[in-house]
């Protein structure tokens, strides 16, 4: 299998790094690119082209959300880099799984490689998984990574993060849209 592209999905869990660096390993080793992805999901009220201020300046929810999540996916490229990774950085809008499976079609990857939060239960049930969600639907084999439990999380699992799996513009958003 000659793999050249690995496309990394990430959320902004702390243990998405964990992800990326695996992933940057793997594709140091086989001489593959590696694109980090995040996919951003706007309130299902607020429409993309949306005008909002949320500094002061007037632009669109959209143009907030991936400019920002552009800016903080810098340091998961960095972590790549460092482990000698080409990387990119892609910042789309969508709903998850279908958007991540889009871009492997769109980027040509032959590999993608997701953590999986270790939602058990109920947990799982209700919530669902990404990881699962792609898996299951991708048209390319699929590498998943068990992320570890962190000390720092509130319940010791990624799903229990601050953010829960967004960027802060996008918390921000939705808590606006919310009231």
Not at 62 to 68: E, F, I, L
Not at 81 to 89: D, K
Not at 154 to 178: D, L, M
Request: aromatic fraction near 2%; charge should be negative; hydrophobic fraction near 45%.
């Amino acid at each position: 299998m000659n793999i050249q592209t690995i496309l990394v999905p990430v959320d902004f869990s702390t243990c998405s790094l964990l992800v990326v660096r695996q992933a940057a390993g793997l594709a140091t080793k086989l001489g593959a690119r590696l694109v980090v992805l995040h996919v951003a999901e706007l309130p299902a009220d607020l429409h993309a082209s949306t005008a909002i201020r949320p500094d002061g300046v007037e632009r669109t929810a959209a143009d907030y959300v991936v400019t920002d999540t552009r800016e903080r996916l810098a340091s998961f490229a960095t972590a790549a880099r460092e482990l000698g990774a080409p990387v990119e950085i892609d910042v789309r809008l969508g709903s998850v799984v279908p958007t991540i499976l889009a871009a492997a079609d769109d980027l040509h990857a032959d590999l993608i490689v997701i953590g999986t939060h270790g939602r058990t239960g109920l947990a799982r049930i209700v919530l669902g998984s990404v990881a699962e969600g792609v898996a299951h639907k991708a048209h390319v084999p699929v590498m998943l990574v068990r992320r570890e439990s962190r000390p720092e999380c509130a319940r010791q699992s990624c799903e229990w993060c601050p953010h829960e799996g967004r960027s802060p513009a996008e918390a921000r958003i939705a808590g606006e849209s919310q009231g």
